[in-house]
């Protein structure tokens, strides 16, 4: 009896530890499956730039606050929702997961 609860107990540490990783797997597979669905993201919001900059999307070389400021009236930024999978996944600020996104473009312009 001992046995079985170590046993589940380390077992129960070891789901603890690799969680993230399980969850990423988890994340990409559905991702895969979508785009093999051909399912695409939907905007969640209709969006405003008050929300981006609460969302982390604004920095010193793309500053949102000046948009604010100006009163600018758009509905905030486009493919927002792309960036921010960029940053999430690959860990980077905004303004790399900016730039990786307009390389991803160019790429597929080139080829």
Do not use: C
């Not at 969302?55 to 921010?84: A, C, M, Y």
């Amino acid at each position: 009896m001992l046995l079985l609860i170590t046993a589940l107990l380390l077992f129960f540490v070891f789901l603890w530890v690799v969680r993230k990783r399980i969850a990423s797997a988890a994340n990409r597979a559905a991702d895969q499956t979508n785009r093999w669905l051909g399912y695409h993201a939907l905007p969640t919001t209709i969006g405003s730039f008050e929300n981006d900059i609460e969302d982390g999307l604004t920095s010193s070389q793309f500053n949102l606050q000046v948009n604010l400021e100006e009163d600018d009236h758009r509905s905030g930024l486009k493919d927002k929702e792309e960036i921010l999978k960029i940053m999430k996944k690959s860990n980077v600020s905004f303004d790399e997961a900016r730039l990786i996104r307009q390389q991803r473009l160019l790429m597929k312009n080139v080829n």
